[in-house]
């Protein structure tokens, strides 16, 4: 477990050295540390963690980092402007990091905002589209019209998921219409019997 902590350390205080470097041109004086926040099963305090510094950098436990930061973090020195600028420019930088990492091919794993996004919301709204869609078809005066409106609901939800964009919200759509179009012929069916 100590090398795991050693290496935690390590690599805080690099990435504490990377965002020096990056504020060396623009703010050189701003005070830069570097925390390693550890996570556990444990609930707080009475744990027996304590915050400590390695020679590199601030280890503190998860559930006392806000009270950490609240006794720590400098309450002078900066002020609002400054703030927002060196904000700004990490931003820039990480945006900018982020842009050369995709064009080098590296595949960043996706975050739990992500995955909802992409296999939670997308889908359901491609359901709602195709529900509000179907909905009109109560308009159409023949069975054949709404048939027709399903498959080429179906095949435009086939051809939507070739734009990897529309991707997930083509999932949701075309999963929709063919529930809709199997649904409906299934009815079509029962009461033709």
């Not at 470097?21 to 390693?36: H, K, M, Q, Y």
């Not at 309450?75 to 060196?86: A, V, Y």
């Not at 491609?126 to 179906?154: E, I, K, N, P, W």
Request: hydrophobic share 45%.
């Amino acid at each position: 477990m100590d090398y795991r902590i050693k290496d935690a350390a390590e690599q805080a205080n690099d990435n504490a050295k990377a965002v020096r470097g990056w504020l060396s041109e623009s703010d050189p004086d701003v005070p830069i540390t570097s925390v390693a926040v550890f996570w556990s099963g444990a609930r707080g305090k009475s744990s027996g963690w304590a915050p400590y510094r390695d020679g590199k950098a601030i280890l503190v436990h998860g559930p006392d980092f806000r009270r950490w930061l609240d006794r720590e973090l400098p309450c002078e020195g900066l002020d609002g402007t400054q703030i927002g600028r060196i904000w700004s420019h990490l931003v820039d930088r990480a945006n900018e990091q982020d842009r050369n990492q995709r064009l080098a091919g590296v595949v960043t794993p996706p975050t739990v905002k992500d995955l909802a996004v992409e296999w939670l919301i997308k889908p359901m709204l491609g359901v709602a589209f195709a529900a509000y869609g179907f909905s009109l078809t109560r308009y159409a005066a023949d069975g054949r019209v709404t048939a027709l409106t399903c498959v080429a609901g179906v095949l435009l939800g086939i051809l939507a998921m070739n734009r990897s964009a529309l991707r997930r919200l083509a999932l949701g759509w075309t999963a929709a219409m063919a529930a809709f179009l199997v649904g409906f012929v299934v009815a079509l069916t029962a009461g033709a019997l």
